[in-house]
T-cell receptor, first 110, second 116 residues
Framework: GESVGLHLPTLSVQEGDNSIINCAYS??????FIWYKQESGKGPQFIID?????DKRQGQRVTVLLNKTVKHLSLQIAATQPGDSAVYFC?????????FGAGTTVTVRA | EAGVTQSPTHLIKTRGQQVTLRCSPI?????VYWYQQALGLGLQFLLW???????NRGNFPPRFSGRQFPNYSSELNVNALELEDSALYLC???????????????FGPGTRLTVL
């Protein structure tokens, strides 16, 4: 099976600063990783993904880093904005199902 | 294009009752997934349906069941409700999930179930 854990349940960040959210997974055979954002009252929304044959992938203001040696995944958000306030989940795809971490609540301070 | 829709949005039941939640996938999607999100926790995978068949199941008791209809909509049934079943139930859909490569799942807004 797969267990997914997040290092910090909450993160408070100053508007304009960079945010880093971390995630650890257990199954070394896992090969697909996704970050989701969930705003209050909504379902999770896809942010960015990465496959195990990569160690970095960049999107618009977001970067995902994958360290397969230590089974660690991180999401970096550049120049954090108030609209980035949400719960962020990492998810690992394995055995035809997604396993989610518990989520990190990001609060952006003005 | 309409996203994934779920009904009802909120539901209050008492312990021991039964509940049915409904999900309509994005047009053209054949796979439907159900997840349970208890307060403050991550999503727990419940069920995956594709082309009318149950393809995978999470670690939940048999009183959690469901089905997928020919139009690819889906129902989640929970029998003999317990207090700990109180949660947000999320449905997601994707194009067929039968291939090795992951197909992005699009989530609905969820049904908030409260069991008293």
């Amino acid at each position: 099976g797969e267990s997914v854990g997040l290092h910090l349940p909450t993160l408070s960040v100053q508007e304009g600063d960079n945010s880093i959210i971390n995630c650890a997974y257990s199954n070394s055979a896992s090969d697909y990783f996704i970050w989701y954002k969930q705003e209050s009252g909504k379902g999770p929304q896809f942010i960015i993904d990465i496959r195990s044959n990569m160690d970095k992938r960049q999107g618009q203001r977001v970067t995902v880093l994958l360290n397969k040696t230590v089974k660690h995944l991180s999401l970096q958000i550049a120049a954090t904005q108030p609209g980035d306030s949400a719960v962020y989940f990492c998810a690992v795809f394995n055995d035809y199902k997604l396993s989610f971490g518990a989520g990190t609540t990001v609060t952006v301070r003005a | 294009e309409a996203g994934v829709t779920q009904s009802p949005t909120h539901l209050i039941k008492t312990r021991g009752q039964q509940v049915t939640l409904r999900c309509s996938p994005i047009s053209g999607h054949t796979s439907v997934y159900w997840y349970q999100q208890a307060l403050g926790l991550g999503l727990q995978f419940l069920l995956w349906y594709d082309e009318g068949e149950e393809r995978n199941r999470g670690n939940f008791p048999p009183r959690f069941s469901g089905r997928q209809f020919p139009n690819y909509s889906s129902e989640l049934n929970v029998n003999a409700l317990e207090l700990e079943d109180s949660a947000l139930y999320l449905c997601a859909s994707s194009s067929t999930g039968l291939f090795f490569l992951y197909n992005e799942q699009f989530f609905g807004p969820g049904t908030r179930l409260t069991v008293l």
